[in-house]
T-cell receptor, first 113, second 109 residues
Framework: DAGVTQSPTHLIKTRGQQVTLRCSPI?????VSWYQQVLGQGPQFIFQ???????GRGNFPDRFSARQFPNYSSELNVNALLLGDSALYLC????????????FGPGTRLLVL | EDQVTQSPEALRLQEGESSSLNCSYT??????LFWYRQDPGKGPEFLFT???AGEEKEKERLKATLTKKESFLHITAPKPEDSATYLC??????????FGAGTTVTVRA
């Protein structure tokens, strides 16, 4: 069975640009979460979506936004990119949103120059 | 605010040399504690979920235990392929996952 997939795998942007990252969950999973992982640190929670509704938001500025589609795939958008947004962006899926084990995708490596 | 602290930051082991990793946490209502393994440049790979104090889970050379304040990941007779960063995460009443910074384990043949 296919796991969580993310695209693109790598991305290079310049400051001030906008970026869209995509995620497809494991088949049958209805919840998708997004995390940012800076080198040397653990993942930091950004958003969780379930059945197209936002169920949780971490301490990130409004430049970060996300949405979930009827097929449960998801997009993460980041506007007005800063150098500090350079990180590995991880998507995780789970069956439901309460207390379920989250399974991670391979991530998208974003470099902001 | 939920806090997760992992120690040590790095661990260098000889093949066959057993050791333990620590994850201490403060959380407002623990829903679950999760262990993941992460290889360089890849996403975290799920290992275990623990829900209550006293619970233990095993998988090959790995064993995870949970108390009311901390969790341990024991690595028995490690092999070079066990080299990775091991991440601990807690899920509180808001169902968000809060991760520690991880312990990087290097096993030399």
């Amino acid at each position: 069975d296919a796991g969580v997939t993310q695209s693109p795998t790598h991305l290079i942007k310049t400051r001030g640009q906008q970026v869209t990252l995509r995620c497809s969950p494991i088949s049958g999973h209805k919840s998708v979460s997004w995390y940012q992982q800076v080198l040397g640190q653990g993942p930091q929670f950004i958003f969780q979506y379930y059945e197209k509704e936002e169920r949780g938001r971490g301490n990130f500025p409004d430049r970060f936004s996300a949405r979930q589609f009827p097929n449960y795939s998801s997009e993460l958008n980041v506007n007005a990119l800063l150098l500090g947004d350079s990180a590995l962006y991880l998507c995780a899926s789970s069956l439901e949103w309460k207390g379920e084990t989250q399974y991670f995708g391979p991530g998208t490596r974003l470099l902001v120059l | 605010e939920d806090q997760v602290t992992q120690s040590p930051e790095a661990l260098r082991l000889q093949e066959g040399e057993s050791s333990s990793l620590n994850c201490s946490y403060t959380v407002s209502g623990l829903r679950g504690l999760f262990w993941y393994r992460q290889d360089p440049g890849k996403g975290p790979e799920f290992l275990f979920t623990l829900y209550s104090a006293g619970e233990e889970k095993e998988k090959e050379r790995l064993k995870a235990t949970l108390t009311k304040k901390e969790s341990f990941l024991h690595i028995t007779a490690p092999k070079p392929e066990d080299s990775a960063t091991y991440l601990c995460a807690v899920q509180a009443n808001d169902y968000k996952l809060s991760f520690g910074a991880g312990t990087t384990v290097t096993v030399r043949a």
